[in-house]
């Protein structure tokens, strides 16, 4: 009989020093795509809730899912182009003062281990040693929590944030308009609550965090989006406005 092993340490637990950004990304993609879901479905429920053109549903739809996937895109855009400037900002300093005084640096980085529970003399050769290795990464990375290699790219995360969007739009859409309008609304309902099961299970995987709650919350905030858009929107076509 063939022993059991222990797992080994950090069994199954990301690693690596691009594994948070790319966890971050994942995030993203799916916090866009359901913001995609969740507007689009309003505007297209509401608009339903007061007429029951095929047409006007469609045109508000598509141009609820364009207007919303570039604000977010541009949004996005403009929030990680001045993260980035941060960055460079933070990284030209600290190269200045690695140039200007590396004695005092390194003193910095030996003080910085010593707080996270190194020993004096071990954080001093840890420093001393990483400083001999890449002074620059060495002193972004513990001073600031920044990797010079992995700097915020505001180009990929527009379009990343727009495709996210637009994916999560389209299926309200097209539950909306492919089906007889007598079951507009039940099946646009029934097929944004399963998708916002998803996006809520997903986002509970990437952080792992329990999944119910974020179901229970993504279901029902979406549920009372769609409901209080189909009320003004039936308030509307009944006024005949």
Do not use: C
Not at 10 to 17: I, K, M, Q, V, Y
Not at 71 to 91: I, K, N, T
């Amino acid at each position: 009989m063939t022993e059991a092993r222990p797992a080994p340490a950090g069994h199954g637990e990301p690693h690596g020093g691009g594994m948070a950004t790319r966890l971050n990304w994942l995030r993203a993609a799916v916090l866009g795509a359901n913001d995609g879901i969740v507007s689009t479905a309003g505007l297209v429920v509401g608009v339903a809730g007061a007429s029951s053109s095929r047409t006007a549903i469609l045109t508000a739809g598509l141009a609820g899912l364009f207007a919303g996937a570039l604000a977010m895109a541009s949004g996005e855009f403009v929030s990680v182009s001045s993260q980035r400037d941060s960055e460079r900002a933070m990284l030209a300093l600290e190269r200045q003062e690695l140039a200007e005084s590396p004695l005092a640096e390194v003193a910095e980085l030996t003080r910085l281990y010593q707080a996270k529970g190194l020993a004096p003399a071990l954080a001093g050769e840890v420093a001393q040693r990483l400083t001999e290795h890449d002074a620059f990464a060495a002193h972004a990375d513990a001073e600031l929590g920044i990797d010079p290699g992995q700097l915020a790219r505001p180009g990929h995360a527009a379009v990343a944030s727009l495709l996210a969007f637009i994916t999560g739009a389209v299926l309200p859409l097209l539950a909306i308009t492919l089906v007889p309008a007598s079951a507009r609304i039940a099946v646009t309902f029934i097929a944004v609550l399963a998708a916002l099961v998803g996006t809520g299970a997903a986002s509970a995987a990437l952080g792992r965090s329990p999944r119910r709650p974020a179901i229970v919350r993504n279901v029902l905030g979406g549920a009372i989006a769609m409901g209080v858009t189909y009320g003004i929107g039936s308030l509307i076509g009944a006024s005949g406005i």
